[in-house]
């Protein structure tokens, strides 16, 4: 089984020594998206604010490897501040629908310059035949 690393030119990419997304077969792995251009260039902004560019990116990495998010079955979630937790439960209603994916979230883990990051697993979405 090969293991990719899908991406386009305008997909989300960080400095950092990681890919954006590596893809074993039907599951992806998408590392945290955080509020950043596709520079990688950290955006400043509220807490709905980063976290809405947040999953966007993750929604950009997930088409990039042939899914979306209705095709996460996990995610692990990076919240800076707990007072952030109900309007993280709120925006998190959007994104994802019933029955949710797996989740994990943790707080105050993040340092000043961010206030959310996202990660998961998902499954590549079935062809259409």
Do not use: W
């Not at 007072?83 to 925006?91: L, Q, T």
């Not at 949710?100 to 979405?125: H, K, M």
Request: net charge negative.
């Amino acid at each position: 089984m090969s293991i990719e690393h899908p991406g386009g030119s305008d997909t989300p990419r960080s400095h950092l020594p990681f890919s954006p997304a590596t893809r074993v077969g039907d599951l992806i792995f998408v590392s945290g998206q955080a509020s950043v251009d596709v520079a990688g260039k950290i955006v400043a902004d509220t807490f709905e604010g980063e976290m809405r560019r947040s999953i966007e990116n993750l929604r950009k990495v997930l088409e990039d490897a042939d899914s979306d998010l209705a095709h996460v079955v996990q995610t692990r979630n990076y919240i800076r501040d707990p007072e952030d937790v109900a309007e993280f439960n709120r925006i998190y209603r959007e994104y994802f629908l019933e029955p949710y994916p797996a989740r994990t979230t943790i707080t105050n883990c993040l340092g000043p310059s961010l206030r959310y990051e996202i990660d998961c697993v998902a499954v590549v979405r079935p062809k259409r035949g």
